[in-house]
């Protein structure tokens, strides 16, 4: 079973710290990650997304991968009360027969920020 | 900026209605995509359509159906609605088709549905 595996938190950071957001996935050929947000009551929100050439930098946001070991990491630096939400992780997994790809949501990760 | 637009914010049906659920998007995407979100199961794609008058199933078709007329227009059919399909519902939208759904292009979603059968 192809997966996208997220911890569920709540993690919780104080105000002005670096929260780090992992997902793991099971499938090696994956290419494209992406990450968003979503708020209480609202839709998800296309954060960043990076392929599997190389990590991304936007603003307080880094999003990073680790090929080898299967996971992709979100960073937030400098963490807002603003931020706080549930983050969710979308990775391209291959389907059973192997012959396409599919955009796979983890179930995502609650973030609360504390002033 | 790209737009998804779903027709309703909140919804309350009956059981055994006919329910219509429509989506519409401005930026040409030729993807687009039908999901349900409920506590503890997360996203569950529900059908797709990669090209005007084209369907495919997602993980969870029973129950519904899709129209696909104009490639900005998607909308989601349920049945004969049941109470179990009380849950919210999201429309997303992404550039081109190519070695799969979206496989490596950002989906775009809009801002919900909350549908409850009663």
């Known amino acids: 079973q192809k997966e996208v595996e997220q911890n569920s938190g709540p993690l919780s950071v104080p105000e002005g710290a670096i929260a780090s957001l992992n997902c793991t996935y099971s499938?090696?050929?994956?290419?494209?990650f992406f990450w968003y947000r979503q708020y209480s009551g609202k839709s998800p929100e296309l954060i960043m997304f990076?392929?599997?050439?190389g990590d991304k930098e936007d603003g307080r946001f880094t999003a990073q991968l680790n090929k080898a070991s299967q996971y992709v990491s979100l960073l937030i630096r400098d963490s807002q009360p603003s931020d706080s939400a549930t983050y969710l992780c979308?990775?391209?997994?291959?389907?059973?027969?192997?012959?396409?790809?599919?955009?796979?949501f983890g179930k995502g990760t609650l973030l609360t920020v504390n002033p | 900026d790209v737009k998804v637009t779903q027709s309703s914010r909140y919804l309350v049906k009956r059981t055994g209605e006919k329910v219509f659920l429509e989506c519409v998007q401005d930026?040409?995407?030729?993807?687009m995509f039908w999901y349900r979100q409920d506590p503890g199961l997360g996203l569950r794609l529900i059908y797709f359509?990669?090209?005007?008058?084209?369907?495919e199933k997602g993980d969870i078709p029973e129950g519904y159906s899709v129209s696909r007329e104009k490639k900005e227009r998607f909308s989601l059919i349920l049945e004969s609605a049941s109470t179990n399909q009380t849950s919210m519902y999201l429309c997303?939208?992404?550039?081109?088709?190519?070695?799969?759904?979206?496989?490596?292009?950002?989906?775009?979603f809009g801002d919900g549905t909350r549908l409850s059968i009663l």
């Open positions: 997303a939208s992404s550039l081109y088709y190519s070695a799969g759904v979206g496989s490596n292009q950002p989906q775009h």
């Open positions: 359509s990669y090209d005007v008058k084209m369907k």
């Open positions: 499938d090696r050929g994956s290419q494209s």
């Open positions: 930026m040409d995407h030729e993807n």
């Open positions: 979308a990775v391209t997994l291959r389907n059973s027969g192997g012959s396409n790809y599919k955009l796979t």
């Open positions: 990076i392929y599997s050439n």
